[in-house]
């Protein structure tokens, strides 16, 4: 079900600051100039399928975007959520954190499994993060990324070159990515911004 997003009564936006509220429009407003975008019920968008709420950090989903770009070619989702963090006993911070944050889904074709991608950091190869589901490509050129997969050839069919090539030129090597079954979840860990909203978007309309 399509919603006037320019028509949202107070319920809507209930759990929004003012300054969250105007960024939240000026995002919409930035995705309108590129995509058709609709505002559409939760309920209706794949996430529920991906995220069984046992997940942590918690991520609480607000508004959803159904987006299609101009040529028809391609959909997407679009989330603004609340990701709630609680801290580790004993440390001193607060005993949660919350905020406000876009994430993207897209639906594919076929069931991959799981698989989870993300950008090698010098700590990650200090601590030696290994997992018997780890896979090493022989392409030197994506060596620098942190492949995990349910399934080796699914996940080598996925990535394919114009995939990777997608990936390895992401603007931000923070995003995380990770596929369960038919559904790709991406975004970044970060507060949201018009600038992120844009970069996920185009990442998922390529992807």
Known sequence: MEIDFRKLDVKKLFDFSKEEENLIFQVYDQLFEIYDIAVIDIKDSPFHEFDSGKEIPIFIPRICYFITDKNKEHSFYLLIVNKIEKSVQ????????????????????????????????????IAGMFSSFNINFKDNSFSNFYVLGSDKYKAMAFLDAKRKEIIKSFPDEDFKLEIKNNILCFGLPKNLSVEKSIIIAEFLNQI
């Open 90 to 125: 004993g440390r001193r911070l607060p005993a949660q954190t919350e905020t406000l944050q876009i994430w993207g889904m897209k639906s594919l074709e076929g069931n991959l499994g799981y698989i989870s991608i993300n950008k090698k950091k010098w700590a990650d190869r």
